[in-house]
């Protein structure tokens, strides 16, 4: 009579484990327990957590607040570290367990003055009154059945699986390391919108290697390059912009 041995249990999704953090006898949840909570995973799914946070609407510098532990996650990545390092005092960094589960689980919306101010906005402009358009008005409305960063992931998840076993191993996790590190560091600059397509791209390079996606990390280079792109046309702009003042200045002077 043979023994038939129990299948081993799935592993829990990505999306589980980020909302059962949101629940725990601690009133904080602090760096440590989601670094703790993701195991294995830990590089990919950190770089992905705070990636995902760095994309929501903080005042100003408060992007620089996450660039710096996804800088620390990346190099690590790129040196081939097994586990993850950060300082104690990072670890030790927390938030409110309410305000977290609020966060990964309130639909994404634009923020309150953006709505307010499209919801009410009137303009006179001596030939009539006008208003935004309804389908503005609706994008811009919180829906309670809308898109939280929880259904964005499970659906994120559903769409990934293992392929392309080349763009996620060794070699590649040490060049994507190093682009993380770049995108991390571009994405704490002071650039007019210059931290969403960082972000974009560090969330796709992480969910690659989190899911071995080799998709997912060619839509990251693809991103990356972008943003490239739109630093180029910036830095170009502020070029001229400098030359044409400095020319201004010197006729001036003559």
Known sequence: MSLIEPPEPRPRAFSEV?????????PKL????????????????LILVLSLLALLPWPPGGKAVFAVPIALLSLELALQRDTVWLPRWALRAS????????????????PAWLRR??????????????????????????????????????????????????????????????????LSIVMALPIPLGDALPGVALVL??????????VA????????????LYLFVIWRTVAEAVQHIAGWFGQLAG
């Open 18 to 26: 980020l909302e059962s953090l949101g629940y725990g006898a601690s």
């Open 30 to 45: 602090t760096l440590d327990e989601l670094v703790e909570a993701f195991g294995d995973r830990g590089f990919g799914a």
């Open 95 to 110: 938030v409110p367990r309410d305000a977290y589960r609020a966060l990964v689980s309130t639909p994404l919306a634009a």
């Open 117 to 182: 101010w499209i919801l009410t906005r009137r303009f006179n402009l001596g030939f009539g009154v006008y208003v935004f358009s309804p389908w503005v008005r609706r994008a811009v409305r919180r829906r309670p059945q809308g898109l939280s960063m929880l259904r964005g992931l499970r659906r994120m998840e559903q769409l990934t699986k293992p392929r392309m076993a080349p763009l996620t191993g060794e070699i590649a996790d040490t060049i994507i390391g190093l682009l993380c590190v770049l």
């Open 205 to 214: 390079f992480a969910l690659g290697m989190m899911q071995r996606d080799g």
């Open 217 to 228: 990390i060619i839509l990251g280079a693809l991103a990356s390059a972008a943003c490239g």
